[in-house]
């Protein structure tokens, strides 16, 4: 597919949004021509030293497993028959984005996050090393994604019961940041998406981020909860909303769960 140049250069925004959901997007928009090589890799890399990918040789994909640059990487990928580039975002308990092979869903546990390759099946977990990321191939299996539809109406029911619950353990007293961010939430996190990506899954990340950064920053220090009782709590109230938020990264960020 012939790539469809544009003069626009990439915005450089502390968007917040984890690496494999920028990954997924730009390389999403490379293999279906939206965006030039160039765009693709400075969107990726960004301040990074290097990106590499290892791992495709002992998949069949090289000569050998030594690791190559990223857009090489990406290119033999797109080769084996690539449709997509979708997130993965588990945690003990809730394995979103996930379909296996054990050993593969292990490592993203691990690392929390992963690009899955739908149509060649790879799945690419990224450890970081200072400013070097390494993008580690495995065999990847398909999936059950949470529907962008279903995501977002979730995360617009949790964010509001996660204030309520918040409130009644007084947020205000011990995390007043929360508070504010919980009065404000049509503040939120500025994305510059490639081309191609649905604006409903645009907003959607935008939310995600939004409620993520919340249980975040109510949970920084247990929000210096003085009793067991009060963590548990907290927890229990952020939980929710946690997951509902790493849901909808997962459908906004996975061009198989797209609406058509």
Known sequence: MTERRTEERIERVDDGLPLAVRTAWWATAWLRGYVVTDLLLD???GDDATHVVAGLGALGLGPDDAAE???????????????GFGVALPVEGDPVGLGGPAEFNAAVMEAGQAVVVSGAWIGLVPDRVGAAVTWHAQRAERRQLPDVG????????????????????????????????????RHRPRLAPPPG??????ELAARALQAADIVDLALEDDGGAVSAQEISARRAALRPLDRAARHALVAAGSPEAWPE
């Open 150 to 185: 279903e995501a977002d109406r979730v995360l617009r029911r949790e964010l509001p019961r996660a204030a309520d619950a918040l409130a009644d353990l007084d947020v205000a007293r011990w995390r007043p940041e929360v508070a504010d961010r919980l009065m404000n939430l």
């Open 69 to 83: 640059t990223l857009l090489t990487g990406l290119a033999r990928v797109r080769a084996e028959g690539a449709s």
């Open 43 to 45: 969107a990726v890399i």
């Open 197 to 202: 990506v649905p604006a409903r899954c645009v």
